[in-house]
């Protein structure tokens, strides 16, 4: 039997139109709400309520005490005691242009940059090297991943201990380089302080970023390698056109993250130097700030500090990603 026009017509408004048969299907009628509740909650809106209790941490840890900080900076923000109700005045950039007027605020920048050129390459080059050493098969693999790690989780105070004990003037390394050892010694020398405290940060966190390399190998397919092999591939070549490639995104998070811990260097300078020596020579930003709000009662510079810190970080971990994403 032909179909009649009539029918023709009918027939959609039985099955409904694509967008409505779609609506169906996924159980959303389409309405003007939709957009930015979607956007809000996702396709599982209870999914966000598993991570609040994780977004409440982040507010309470992170976001607020920024918060203040960035509000602290534009006072003239001073300590008194509790219950005490004084007056903090807004000052303006009064604070931001007192800390970037002073030397030693330009010096503890520089000194920082010093250890993140010599410790983010060596923290990845090392990290990822050992990582896909550790991945093959070796003898006694668990007691080398277990050993690497170990320094990641020992408190700092022993193990700045070992490395006061190897780096002092008759200590091991200078032993073993007799006429060859620096003098001064490392970590009294305004020269070599930063890069022995760099080298030290960077041999303590390995372990962490050795698991993180671990991880991302464990998903790189095993046929990669099997036809790098069958086409004639060393190790090195393998290693740059497969393995390098293949962690990109674990490399990017390693650098990111060993770039904030840099950032955030305080305790090694503190114990290895006697905090920050010698002449401000390993002083960091964070150390700094611990000197000025605390030590010396200018808590809304150190506050001015934090602040220029987390701008430059912010903007050097963009660029980080803009590069790996690049290549």
């Known amino acids: 039997m032909s179909s009649t026009p009539s029918d023709t017509h009918r027939r959609p408004r039985a099955g409904g139109t694509t967008r409505q048969r779609t609506a169906g299907t996924t159980g959303k009628a389409p309405g003007p709400g ?31 005490p920024f918060g203040f900080a960035v509000w602290m900076s534009f006072h003239d923000y001073f300590f008194a005691a509790p219950g005490v109700q004084v007056e903090r005045p807004f000052v303006g950039l009064d604070n931001y242009t007192t800390v970037l007027t002073d030397p030693d ?14 410790n983010v390459p060596l ?62 010694t490392w970590l009294v020398n305004s020269h070599l302080a930063m890069p022995v405290v ?30 790098a092999a069958l086409d004639g591939a060393g190790r090195l070549r393998t290693f740059r056109s497969i393995t390098v490639p293949a962690v990109r995104p674990a490399t ?14 305080f305790t090694e300078p503190y114990l290895l130097t006697s905090g920050g020596g010698p002449d401000g020579a390993t002083t960091s930003p964070v150390l700094l700030m611990y000197q000025r709000g605390l030590q010396q009662g200018h808590p809304d510079e150190a506050a001015a500090i934090g602040v220029i810190l987390v701008v430059l970080i912010t903007a050097i971990s963009l660029v980080y990603r803009r590069l790996v994403e690049r290549d």
Do not use: C
């Open 34 to 64: 939709q957009p930015w509740r979607s956007r809000l909650g996702g396709h599982q809106p209870i999914g966000a309520l598993f991570v609040s209790p994780y977004l409440l941490y982040l507010a309470v840890i992170f976001v607020y």
């Open 105 to 118: 605020v330009w010096r503890s920048f520089v000194n920082i940059a010093v250890f993140l050129v010599i």
């Open 123 to 184: 923290t990845a080059v090392a990290s990822l090297a050992l990582a896909n050493a550790l991945n093959k098969k070796l003898p006694f693999r668990s007691f080398f991943r277990t050993a690497y790690y170990i320094p990641y989780v020992t408190a700092s105070v022993a193990v700045v201990g070992v490395w006061m004990f190897l780096f002092n003037s008759d200590g091991l390394v200078n032993r073993a380089l007799g006429p060859l050892a620096p003098d001064p």
């Open 198 to 227: 760099a080298v030290f940060v960077a041999w303590k966190q390995l372990g962490f970023f050795v698991v993180l390399y671990l991880s991302a190998l464990q998903n790189v397919p095993n046929e990669l390698y099997e036809s």
């Open 252 to 265: 990017l998070l390693v650098l990111i993250l060993a770039t904030i811990t840099g950032a955030n260097l």
